[in-house]
Each structure stands twice: as structure tokens, then as C-alpha cells.
């Protein structure tokens, strides 16, 4: 039994020690001006609802009483937000299964090539090739647009689909298809009615990541944006006040932020327990 | 002493009753099966005297000494697994080896112990290859090895022989028989195939639904199985049975919607105080007769070769299984003998055997 | 009618040569068995008859019609896979319904409902409809299987070894099914499996196959008794088939393994032959008699006691030689015994060729 309760201790203060900053950015937001610098710090507090007044431009002479200045572009960032991640995670997991069927059940040439290509993008430090994006961008008049950024994604997650559902395809003995081949469905059919079905764990495993990569994406959401496409993280960071940057509104920006993400977690828990365990189908 | 015993052996998943109150008691060097089909507990019990799973309720013993939560690595017994799970990037010697590396021996002890075993198996030739380039019966014969190397108190197999083909499975029931003579160590098996069991075992424990129902010689369960259930699954075919309603007048008893039959054999029966029975008789007893008393038609034949098993519907739709030894083929109606002292008889109710002490004639 | 030609396959994966020019006949309605251990080419030629695999080289015919260019979907045949392959998120009903739901059936709902009461009643599955393939066992999921197999009434059914993942008793329940159902409906069941008695007590007829060849071809009781070569002699029966080495002396055989000689005489299959010096004597089990009045004596090694059946091992002149015998008596390892030899049903072979010198 004592080991029990030592197992519960570790547990808690290792889950205090990970979700402490969470509690604290949360906290924050509902802070007035002076709590959020108070030392000792303050986890006991009087509430208040005006940084997410100023955040949603709600009640704006209210809110200037108290010293914020200028309208908050949030919402329309965080729409940005939500068109681009939700769109290239779209994209990149529909080409990425179907890339991954291809290696999976056809004979490739060059397969194991292709396949560490595919991965080698993923090798880079986004730094690296900030400036050329930049430059490409420029030349082909993507800079600014959501079409822009879409396709960034879409191609930075593209090679991690690929690799984790070519992963789960593999798991999916081809005997599934086979079996339809036979009874009279075409290859298409059989994918879509036998394959889909098996493998969504791995598919909702995979859009998991692949949003929350495209979501909180900062660099080249800064550099390749400006005015209408600018995604909510680069203007979270530079919400500013009348004395300087503004803790309670980025705080309150950042904790509306992260609501979509654990929504959608949640709502694909039931597949993603089974996805992120691999080996989804015993035979 | 009994080198393991089980008491009161209790296990479940979640509502799921796996393993009901088992009690068992084994002997030193003896050859122990545990026989039942799927689902039945079998491994589940065996798994938990090996220390792989914890019983919910209930104790086990090894050598009078309590190991029911002792972890499985100092238990002292060997576990042999139905897919080997020899270790794949290690070559046969470090496979078979690799036990007594934890125990810390020495070097020239491990190679002596190793050898030992390797030599007995027969299998020296492939001291340096790795699982991938081995056949499945010679994998089998590693696995049994790295088992063997450690001399445990108890080995435990779990279906080990149902990776391999039918005709090397026909080879290795006779090796592992073999085998258990000469080095006598107590072994607990666990199977589904009957065959295994007859063959190998001094003691047969049959399982089903996570309950006993009977232990007993290879021998006893064949011919004096407890219960339908023993009687069934023991035996290739199994018994064949069929529903009997005395009808009151002498040893008439009525079978199928309309036909009768009388025989001395019969006439304990009369004196129970019920009215309907199972008649139990095995295939091997039943012959294709022309003063046989009971009608039928093949609907089929099985040839194996050295014996035709048939398929024979008695009137009302029960068929009979009937095992021939000679080589012409029967076809068509035909009447049946049974060899009266060999059948068993069973209450309908409850499915018990009846058994009584003047078995006599 | 549905019987299948396959001429001369051959099929390579990579460098191993898994077919060569293999050729075998499947008559319209017969329940053909091809046998042959793991890794001999059963499941690769049933791939192949079904289109899932390509040949290189040779010709399919199903009902004399040729294969060449036909996808799988139109061939008209039925696969059972070995694992069932049953649709894990569809329940039992929309597994068998699922072939008749494709493009090339468009069957009518109420059409399918009806096919599908039929068959499950057969198969004794009906209340089994709404479950999904999880919650089955081994013996439902296979009567599913068989059930979605069934359900396009097909011609041709293509069995890859579906009874080996069940239980031995199971097993042989299923046969005696299996074996009603083919008659019931006619068609032609074209079995693969590696298990001689499952072949023995199924097919019709009985096609051995190793290496990627056909060794062999017939009725059961005649690959059993008439094998061509040693590979078959071997294969079928259980247990192996005793060889003996023998020499051929004037009018004598001497088996030289077991010490013993028998006039030529007694062995009236080899009046007339043309025979090398060295032959091989094979005897199944059950033609090795233990007799008090027999002339060789052995010693008992080991005992199979199997209920009435008993195989018993005995030593002679050290050599181990398998007998089956039925009857009551018990014996022990280390007795002594007499034996006898069926001398007009052993079965002679000649060692280089590895084959029947009787045909």
C-alpha cells in the first residue's frame, strides 16, 4: 500500500510541475493590471473579465478606463488561424494517406529513397529557409495570403502523414482489400469502404499533430504575413498597451487560443487512444 | 510433497469469470495436460502459475512454499510460449543462453549447461544461426532448449506444438515424449487437441467454462469420462450419443420418434428412478453389422487410409459416427452394433455419467 | 459449371521460384484438395486462380475460358481467406450483405435480406446478425466467412487452408459441414491446406504439390495406398511411413536396417520387375503387425496410448519403426515383442529416382 502513495505523490507533483504554467497563463487572464505582477505572486485573486473585454473589442469604453488603448484585430486572427491550420490539416491528411496507400500496397520503385526524402524535410530548422520562402513568396504574390501559409502547412505536414499513416496502412493486412478485390469492388471501393474505416484512429492521430503544428505556428506565420492573412500566434505576442506589452490581454488571447485545439483533442479522443498505441488490429 | 499445487483458483476480467475455483494438486515428474477448448481458462491458469497474470483470489504453491504474488522470474519455472518468442537479433547459442546469463554463472558453466542440452536436442548445427534462417520445428526445439537450460522446478508449455505443421506436430508429440521419460521433469501443458493430451500425458485435466471436469489417466477419462462434456471432447470423433426413454416394459427402451430397442445391458437402467437417458458409445464400438439392431443410412465416409470413419443419420436425425478398421466401403442403409460393454450411459438432466458397481457381463 | 485449367504456371517472387510450370486440373464440382507442406505454393496458386496474383508465364482457364486481363472481380469466385478477413467495423449482416452490394451486383435490398436468411440458416448464424466480428470465436467467425463466401452463389470457392485456425475438435466438426455444403450446393471447392488428414477425409480428390510442382494427383485411398514417390509416401499418413533399406539378393530381400531377409516370393508387386540392388521398402504403421507368432523381434521404445488407436515405436536392430495397432491390451516401454510384415501391401521405392517402382 505505501507504494501506492508514494506513486500518487510522484504523480501529482509531476502533473503540478507540467500543467503549473498552464494554470498560471489561465490565471492571468482573469487578473486586473496589478495582481498579475504582484510578488508574492498572487493564486488567490479578484477576477475580472476585462482582458477578454479588450481581446473581443467588447465594452471598449469601459475597457479605457483602465489604460487599454486601440482596437483588437484577435477575432479576425483568430479566424486566420482556424481557416489555415483546419484547411492544410485537410490537405495534408488526405494526400498523405493516399501517398502512404500508394507505398504501402504497391511496388514503388525507389520506395525506401522516396520515403527518406519525404522524411528529410522534416531534418530542416524552419530558419533556414525563412529568407527564401520570403523571397519566393514575394515573386509569386503568396505573400499575405491564406493560400500562402495553406500550402506551407500543408506541405510541412505532409511528410509526417505520410510516415505515420503509412505506418498504420501497413498494420491493415491487405487481405481487407483483397477480399472486396474478389467480391467484386474496384480498388477505389475497396479503400474507401474497407481500408478508411480501419485505419481513422491513425488518421485521427495524425490530424491531431498535424493541426496542432500548423496551429501554433509563429515564424513564418510573422514573416510571410502581414495585415490579412496574420495568423493569431505572431499577434498575440505583439499586443501592446499604453505602458508596453499588454500580460493580461496576451494572456486572455492565449488561453481563448488554445480552447479549439483541446476541443478537438477531446472530440477525437475515442480514436486516439487506439492510433497513438500503433498496432490497432490484432489477426 | 506435491511439487505444485493450485487452491481455490480464482480469476476474472472485469465481469468476465475466466477461471472459477480450481483446486490441483501435481506430483513430482509427472506430465500434467491441461485440455480444453478455447476460452476455457487454460492459459489463463497457466499463466498465473507461471506469474505472467495475478489471480484474483486463490493461492498457488511450489514445493509447499506460497508464490502467488512472487514475481515470475523467481518462481523457478520454465515457460515455453506457442509462438517460441525465441529473441530474434540473437543467434541460437545467446538464445539459449541468455537465462543463465541473469542467474550469474560463469562463462565455462553456461557453455557446459548449454551444450548439454544442445547435444541432447540434436541440435549443434545450429549453434550460430539466428531465428530468421531456422525452420518452425527446429525454432521449437531452441525454444525448448533455452527452457531445459535452466533446470527449473517446473516446466510450463502453452500449446507449443500448434505453430508447426500437422505432420511435424505428429513428430514432436512423439520427441516431447520422448523427452519427458528420460529427463522426468514435472510439466504442466496446456492444449486444445485431445490428441496431444492422450498421447503425452499421466494426467489429463479437462476444462471447460473455467471449471474442472474431470481429472484423470489418458485411460480413465477415455473410457469412464464424468460428464457429456468429458465425454465429447475426449476421443477423434468424439462419443456419439443418443437420447434413450425407457418405455416401461422390460429393457425396451424407445430412441429417435419410433424406434425400440431391448438388451440385457440395459436393465440397471429400469431400476433408476428416472425415464429418459443418454446412451454414450464411442465410434470404435459401434460396427457396421447385418445383426445389428439399430437402422440407419451413410450419409458419408471419411477415408483415412488404415480405417473409414462414416457418417451414419439414424432415424429422427442423429447421427452416429462409426470408425471401421476393415477396407471395403460400406454405402447406403445398413444396421449397427454396438459393443454393449464399452458404453457409457448418462443421466439427461444433468449429463453425469451413471456409474454403477455391477458392470458385470 | 465451373472446373479451372492451370497450364504450365510459373511465378517468381524476386529470385525464388515459387511455381514452375505447375499444372493441374479442377473438375466442374469436385471438392479437389491441393496438399503440401508450408511454403510449397498452395496459397500462391490459389492467389493466382483467383487474380490477385499474376503468373509470369502460363495459361488460367475457368470454364474454358481463359483469365489472361480478367480482374478478380469478374472471375465469379468466392476467396476464403485463412484469417476469415472478416470486416472488422461492419456487423455480421453488412459483412455478408457487403459482396452484394458492389457495383458489379446492385442487388435490391430485399433480395439480399432473403439470400442472406437463407444462408445463415444453413450455417446456423442467424442469431448471430447484429453482432460485430469481435465478439465472435474462432468457429463463428469462420461460419461468417464461409457465410459472405456463400452468399454470391458462386461457381467456384477458393478455400486457403480456413480451418486451421481453429480448434482440433472444432476442426473436425467443420469438416463433416464443409463436406455437407459442398454437396448441398454443388459447386467446385477448390481446398489448400497442409494438414494430410483434413485432405484425406475432404476432398474428392487430393493434388500434392512441393517445391512448386504437382507430385501427385487421385482419389484419397489411391495417393494413400498407390503413392508415386517417396515425397507423397511420406507426406500422407500418419504416422510417417517406415522406409527400410533393402538389398536384392538372387531370391531374397534383406532389409539391411533391421537385420531380417524374406524370400522375393512374398512380395508379388515385384513379380516381373526390372529392380536395382539397393530399393527402399516402405510400410505404413498399420501393416506392421505385433503377433506372438511373428519372426522379428523388436523392443518397445515408446507408447501412444491414444484411447483404442495405440502408435507404438519399436526398436529393432537400432532402427525405430512406427506401428499402429488397435486393441485393449496395454504395453510398456522395454517389453519385448514379435512382429509380422503385411508383405503384399508394402510399397517399394527406388532410392536415387525417390520414386514408386511399382507404376
Redesign the interface.
Given at each position: 500500500m505505501e507504494k501506492k502513495v508514494w506513486k500518487g505523490i510522484l504523480i501529482a507533483v509531476g502533473l503540478a510541475f507540467f500543467l503549473l504554467p498552464i494554470y498560471w497563463i489561465i490565471a492571468t487572464s482573469f487578473k486586473q493590471w496589478p495582481d498579475i505582477f504582484a510578488i508574492p505572486p498572487k493564486f488567490v485573486f479578484r477576477g475580472t473579465l476585462l482582458n477578454y473585454m479588450a481581446l473581443f473589442n467588447i465594452r471598449l469604453e469601459e475597457v479605457a478606463k483602465f489604460g487599454q488603448v486601440g482596437k483588437s484585430l484577435f477575432l479576425p486572427r483568430f479566424m486566420n488561424s482556424v481557416v489555415i491550420a483546419g484547411v492544410s490539416t485537410l490537405l495534408s491528411i488526405t494526400l498523405g494517406t493516399l501517398t502512404a496507400y500508394a507505398f504501402s500496397r504497391f511496388k514503388v520503385k525507389g520506395e525506401g529513397d522516396l520515403l527518406f526524402f519525404i522524411l528529410s524535410t522534416r531534418m530542416l530548422p524552419p530558419i533556414v529557409v525563412g529568407i527564401p520562402f520570403f523571397v519566393l513568396y514575394r515573386a509569386l504574390s503568396l505573400l499575405d495570403t491564406k493560400i500562402g501559409l495553406i500550402l506551407l502547412y500543408m506541405t510541412f505536414n505532409l511528410s509526417f502523414s505520410v510516415w505515420l499513416m503509412k505506418g498504420f496502412l501497413d498494420e491493415i493486412p491487405k487481405e481487407y482489400e483483397e477480399a472486396a478485390l474478389v467480391d467484386g469492388y474496384t480498388r477505389l471501393e475497396a479503400f474507401i469502404k474497407v481500408i478508411l474505416p480501419q485505419a481513422l484512429s491513425g488518421i485521427a492521430a495524425t490530424a491531431v499533430f498535424c493541426l496542432i503544428t500548423a496551429w501554433n505556428e509563429f515564424f513564418f506565420a510573422l514573416i510571410l504575413t502581414s495585415e490579412k492573412a496574420r495568423t493569431a500566434p505572431p499577434s498575440i505576442a505583439a499586443i501592446q498597451g499604453s505602458s508596453g506589452t499588454n500580460w493580461g490581454q496576451i494572456a486572455s488571447g492565449v488561453t481563448f487560443f488554445l480552447i479549439p485545439v483541446v476541443v478537438f483533442t477531446f472530440l477525437v479522443k475515442k480514436y486516439l487512444a487506439r492510433g497513438l498505441t500503433f498496432g490497432v488490429i490484432k489477426h | 510433497m506435491e511439487k505444485v499445487k493450485v487452491d481455490n483458483l480464482y480469476k476474472s476480467f472485469g465481469e468476465v469469470e475466466a477461471v472459477k475455483h480450481i483446486n490441483l494438486s501435481i506430483e513430482e515428474g509427472q506430465f500434467v495436460v491441461i485440455l480444453g477448448?478455447?476460452?476455457c481458462g487454460k492459459t489463463t491458469t497457466l499463466r498465473m502459475i507461471a506469474g505472467l497474470e495475478q489471480p484474483t483470489a486463490g493461492d498457488i504453491f511450489v514445493e509447499g512454499k506460497k508464490v502467488t504474488h512472487l514475481h515470475a522470474s523467481k518462481r523457478d519455472i520454465a515457460f515455453v510460449f506457442q509462438s517460441f518468442a525465441l529473441y530474434p537479433h540473437m543467434t541460437v547459442y545467446q538464445n539459449i543462453s541468455f537465462p543463465l546469463e541473469a542467474q550469474r554463472l560463469s562463462r565455462p558453466e553456461i557453455k557446459e549447461r548449454v551444450m548439454n542440452v544442445v547435444e541432447f536436442l540434436g541440435i549443434e548445427p545450429l549453434l550460430s544461426l539466428k531465428p530468421k534462417q531456422l525452420s518452425?520445428g527446429d525454432m521449437q526445439k531452441v525454444a525448448l532448449g533455452r527452457a531445459m537450460v535452466r533446470r527449473p522446478k517446473v516446466f510450463l508449455m502453452d500449446e507449443p506444438l500448434s505453430g508447426l505443421?500437422?505432420?511435424l506436430r505428429?513428430?514432436m508429440?512423439?520427441e516431447l515424449?520422448?523427452l519427458h521419460?528420460e529427463i522426468n521433469a514435472t510439466t504442466i501443458y496446456v492444449t486444445?487437441?485431445?490428441?496431444e493430451a492422450?498421447?503425452?500425458a499421466d494426467t489429463i485435466v479437462v476444462m471447460n467454462d473455467g471449471v474442472i471436469q474431470q481429472i484423470g489417466s489418458?485411460?480413465q477419462v477415455?473410457m469412464e469420462p464424468e460428464n457429456i462434456f468429458v465425454a465429447n471432447?475426449?476421443?477423434?470423433?468424439?462419443m456419439n450419443f443418443l437420447p434413450l426413454v425407457y418405455t416401461g416394459k422390460n429393457t425396451l427402451f424407445r430412441y429417435g420418434p419410433d424406434q425400440e430397442f431391448s438388451h440385457p445391458q440395459l436393465s440397471f437402467l429400469t431400476q433408476i428412478d428416472q425415464k429418459e437417458f443418454i446412451l454414450g458409445i464411442?465410434p470404435?464400438?459401434v460396427q457396421i453389422s447385418p445383426s445389428g439392431l439399430m437402422n440407419g443410412e451413410i450419409?458419408?465416409v471419411?477415408?483415412?487410409?488404415?480405417?473409414n470413419?462414416y457418417?451414419v443419420e439414424l432415424p429422427g436425425g442423429i447421427r452416429f459416427m462409426v470408425e471401421d478398421?476393415r477396407t471395403e466401403k460400406y454405402s447406403g442403409q445398413v444396421k449397427l452394433q454396438i459393443n454393449w460393454k464399452k458404453a457409457c450411459f448418462f443421466t439427461k438432466n444433468d449429463e453425469l455419467r451413471i456409474k454403477w458397481s455391477q458392470k458385470n457381463g | 459449371m465451373a472446373d479451372v485449367r492451370l497450364e504450365n504456371i510459373v511465378k517468381y517472387f524476386g529470385r525464388l521460384c515459387a511455381l514452375r510450370e505447375m499444372s493441374l486440373q479442377v473438375r466442374d464440382g469436385e471438392f479437389l484438395i491441393l496438399l503440401g507442406?508450408?511454403g510449397a505454393g498452395k496459397t500462391t496458386t490459389l492467389r493466382i486462380v483467383s487474380g490477385l496474383e499474376i503468373p509470369d508465364r502460363g495459361e488460367i482457364y475457368i470454364n474454358k475460358q481463359s483469365m489472361k486481363g480478367v480482374q478478380p472481380r469478374d472471375r465469379n469466385c468466392a476467396f476464403v481467406f485463412q484469417t476469415y478477413v472478416l470486416y472488422p467495423h461492419m456487423s455480421v449482416y453488412d459483412n455478408i450483405a457487403f459482396p452484394l452490394r458492389s457495383k458489379v451486383w446492385k442487388m435490391d435490398e430485399n433480395d439480399i435480406a432473403q439470400r442472406i436468411d437463407r444462408i445463415t440458416s444453413i450455417l446456423k448464424i442467424t442469431h448471430l446478425l447484429k453482432r460485430k466480428p469481435a465478439t465472435l470465436?474462432?468457429g463463428e467467425q469462420q461460419r461468417v466467412a464461409l457465410g459472405r463466401a456463400m452468399v454470391r452463389e458462386p461457381q467456384l470457392f477458393l478455400m486457403d487452408e480456413p480451418l486451421s485456425n481453429l480448434?482440433?475438435?472444432?476442426r473436425?466438426g467443420m469438416?463433416?459441414e464443409l463436406?455437407?455444403i459442398h454437396k448441398k450446393l454443388g459447386a467446385t471447392f477448390f481446398f489448400v491446406t497442409?494438414?494430410?488428414?483434413?485432405a484425406?477425409?475432404l476432398g474428392d480428390r487430393i493434388a500434392v504439390l512441393n517445391q512448386g510442382s504437382i507430385i501427385q494427383v487421385g482419389a484419397?485411398?489411391e495417393i494413400?495406398?498407390y503413392p508415386s514417390s517417396l515425397f507423397v509416401a511420406k507426406?500422407?499418413?500418419?504416422?510417417?511411413i517406415n522406409l527400410i533399406k533393402c538389398e536384392v539378393d538372387n531370391n531374397s530381400l534383406q532389409l539391411k536396417n533391421i537385420g531380417v531377409s524374406f524370400p522375393i516370393t512374398l512380395f508379388p508387386q515385384l513379380k516381373n520387375k526390372n529392380l536395382p540392388q539397393q530399393i527402399l521398402l516402405g510400410l505404413?504403421?498399420?501393416e506392421i503387425i505385433l503377433t506372438p507368432r511373428g519372426s522379428m523381434k523388436g523392443e518397445i521404445?515408446?507408447v501412444?496410448?491414444?484411447?483404442?488407436?495405440k502408435?507404438i515405436?519399436v526398436k529393432m536392430n537400432g532402427m525405430v519403426l512406427r506401428i499402429?495397432i488397435?486393441c485393449e491390451e496395454y504395453f510398456h516401454?522395454g517389453e519385448t515383442v514379435m512382429l509380422d510384415v503385411d508383405t503384399t501391401k508394402a510399397k517399394f521405392f527406388d532410392p536415387i529416382t525417390e520414386k514408386s517402382l511399382e507404376r
Open positions: - | 477448448p478455447s476460452g518452425s505443421d500437422a505432420k505428429e513428430e508429440r512423439a515424449k520422448r521419460i486444445h487437441d485431445q490428441i492422450m498421447s503425452m489418458p485411460q477415455y471432447f475426449i476421443g477423434s470423433p468424439g464411442r470404435e464400438y450419409i458419408s471419411e477415408p483415412l487410409g488404415y480405417k470413419v457418417a478398421m | 507442406p508450408t470465436s474462432g480448434d482440433a475438435k472444432l473436425e469438416r463433416v463436406k455437407s497442409h494438414d494430410h488428414v483434413e484425406m477425409t484419397p485411398e494413400y495406398s507426406f500422407v499418413g500418419n504416422p510417417e505404413r504403421p498399420e521404445y515408446l501412444e496410448d491414444l484411447g483404442v488407436d502408435i515405436r499402429r488397435a516401454v
